[in-house]
């Protein structure tokens, strides 16, 4: 910090990665602040990392584009090597996603970054450059909104020596497309592949590629297909989902064969989008009018002749909001397996009874089956206090249910606990118990009407219609 190299002078440390150390640092004589690459030392010896370096350089200084950092030079000074770019005052995707910020962007704006992402590609591959790390750390968005991409350190030059050892990988794992991954070789498309993992993760801030090691990432690239997007964000587009779904093709043949296509798609789907706001039947105002004003008259002279007093009711969405529940698989207290399936067919119709009200927000029984998938407990029946916990907390769900089920005949009993997520304490419990005879459906049916009271719905939501769980679903519990 404080030294000068050449006529740069080093202001501070931005950022570290595996092909070199960045400063912010201000150039003296042109009087204005970049950012300067610098070649780890202990590479400096490296027969491949120097070469590589400086192919960063001229791969980078070729292109002129408003999405693509500029590179001003490459110089050495002093036994250092460092390139000097333009610095960019702004954040990251990869920031962006973590700081949630990302979570408030509509479909427009991250249909803009989309595109300028891929026009920064469509550039450097016209140029016959494959850039090879295509991430959301790559990818920078500047104050003003405008993408730059980052970083051509594993940039490959048509025609240039190879310089990457037969049987490894360069890029960062998640990102890699199937052929990458593999160790073959690569061309644009397995930037276009990358681009379609950074798309998926801007839209739902998740990987769509995931493991607990490497191995099991690259079987996930090479074998799995992605989670839909509607998984994770109800308001994504149905010409937005296939967009995503082509570019992470496994099969070369299928996948977006130039950066332009995919342009062409985005600014096709932007176009529909605007279209469809924009675009609004032309009407004569008369025949609405009218009728309005009628209305309003009626209104008017019923406040006066009938006045009544105005209960201010919060809105169906704020009360849902607050009365999120994830409904945890019940407990088989006789039959741990479950192989009758009884405490997972009570879970899901208690789910699907719930449902029905406008007041409540009930996690889904596949949205459910998902977390537990991602926290590694996929299938698990038995869910303890801790997982459960984990699971609603991820499903965004302020109360959680527990229960279990004791099935001995002829009587069959259910017994739950409701418990705020956040302190863990136990708001309220139930203990329902079914006579002779008496069917699932009718438990459930009793369970749900005690429920709705334990979470303090208003009067409003008491008052709405409840039908039975047999007639939104069957009557037979065989199916």
């Not at 995707?93 to 910020?101: A, F, G, S, T, V």
């Amino acid at each position: 910090m404080g030294r000068t190299i050449s006529h740069y002078k080093i202001l501070e440390k931005l950022g570290e990665g595996g092909m070199g150390v960045v400063y912010k640092a201000q150039d003296t004589k042109l009087d204005r602040i970049v950012a300067l690459k610098f070649l780890p030392k202990h590479l400096l010896c490296d027969e491949e990392a120097k070469p590589r370096f400086v192919h960063e350089a001229k791969a980078a200084s070729s292109l002129n584009h408003p999405n693509i950092t500029t590179i001003h030079e490459i110089e050495e000074v002093e036994d250092e090597c460092f390139i000097c770019m333009e610095y960019i005052e702004g954040k990251s995707l990869k920031q962006l996603i973590k700081e949630r910020e990302i979570e408030g962007w509509d479909m427009g704006k991250i249909i803009d970054v989309s595109i300028q992402i891929a026009g920064g590609l469509s550039k450097a591959h016209q140029k016959s450059i494959v850039h090879r790390d295509i991430k959301s750390d790559n990818i920078m968005l500047t104050n003003e909104g405008l993408v730059k991409i980052m970083d051509f350190g594993l940039a490959k030059l048509k025609g240039v020596t190879k310089l990457t050892k037969t049987g490894t990988t360069l890029g960062t794992m998640q990102y890699m497309s199937p052929e990458q991954a593999q160790g073959m070789e690569v061309d644009q498309r397995s930037d276009i592949f990358s681009f379609g993992v950074v798309l998926y993760e801007i839209i739902t801030g998740q990987l769509p590629f995931k493991g607990e090691h490497e191995a099991a990432v690259i079987y996930s690239i090479v074998n799995e297909t992605p989670e839909p997007l509607a998984r994770y964000k109800a308001s994504v587009p149905e010409g937005l989902q296939r967009i995503v779904d082509k570019a992470l093709q496994k099969d070369l043949s299928t996948r977006y064969q130039s950066a332009a296509e995919v342009i062409a798609d985005l600014k096709g789907l932007q176009k529909e989008m605007t279209a469809g706001v924009l675009a609004k039947p032309k009407k004569k105002l008369l025949p609405f009018i009218v009728p309005a004003a009628i209305v309003f008259v009626v209104l008017l002279l019923f406040l006066i002749l009938k006045p009544f007093k105005f209960e201010m009711v919060p809105e169906k969405e704020a009360i849902a909001k607050e009365n999120t529940l994830a409904i945890m698989y019940f407990e088989n207290m006789v039959d741990k397996e479950d192989t009758e399936r009884l405490g997972e067919i009570v879970t899901n119709l208690l789910i699907t009874d719930l449902s029905e009200s406008e007041y409540m927000r009930v996690v889904s029984s596949q949205r459910l089956y998902d977390i537990l998938k991602l926290l590694g407990r996929e299938g698990q029946k038995k869910i303890d206090r801790g997982v459960a916990t984990q699971v609603a907390t991820k499903a965004g769900a302020k109360w959680m249910l527990l229960g279990n089920i004791l099935q001995v005949e002829p009587r069959t009993v259910i017994t739950t606990q409701l418990v705020d997520v956040e302190s863990g304490q136990v708001q309220a419990s139930q203990r329902i118990a079914g006579e002779k005879k008496e069917e699932v459906f009718s438990l459930v049916d009793k369970l749900t009407v005690e429920i709705k009271k334990d979470l303090s719905l208003p009067t409003v939501a008491q008052r709405e219609p409840d039908p039975s769980v047999a007639d939104v679903t069957t009557h037979s519990p065989e199916a």
